[in-house]
């Protein structure tokens, strides 16, 4: 037959029990769980924009390109219409630009400029969008 055994509460200083909030401290300050996680959840699924990874962050600083909010609307359009097609990496040309995007990850993995695009192969995609 197993014993139990009893250990105090106070045994390690380190640890400190969790005590549990109270609903009138919740109240009292104006704090929901379950309504701010509702919250924060609509938010992002409600935020379908892109990432850039840190490959694609130095790639755009070396040659100088840069993006405003319009340019990043069309490029996550253009994923967005990528993604209905089911693609799951695509090259997205725009104007002298290039990207290859993680259609799924929602992140631009590299980018390129018009004078590199010509000497350029680009590999492991499935779908192309033209803008």
């Known amino acids: 037959m197993a014993e139990l055994i ?3 509460p106070n045994i390690n200083p380190n640890i400190n029990a ?3 909030e109270s609903k009138e401290t919740n109240k009292s300050i104006g704090f929901n769980k379950t ?3 509702r919250n924060i959840l609509q938010q992002k699924i409600g935020q379908r924009g892109l990432k850039i990874s840190n490959h694609a962050q130095m790639r755009m600083n070396m040659r100088n390109i840069s993006l405003d909010d319009a340019q990043m609307a069309k490029l996550s359009d253009a994923v967005d219409r990528a993604e209905q097609k ?3 990496e695509s090259l997205i040309l725009m104007n002298d630009l290039a990207f290859v995007v993680s259609v799924k990850n929602r992140t631009v993995i590299t980018a390129v400029d ?3 695009i010509k000497e350029n192969v680009f590999t492991n995609i499935d779908g192309a969008v033209i803008i």
């Open 114 to 116: 018009g004078p590199s």
């Open 86 to 88: 089911g693609v799951r």
């Open 18 to 20: 969790i005590k549990p």
């Open 35 to 37: 309504e701010d996680f």
């Open 6 to 8: 009893n250990i105090p």
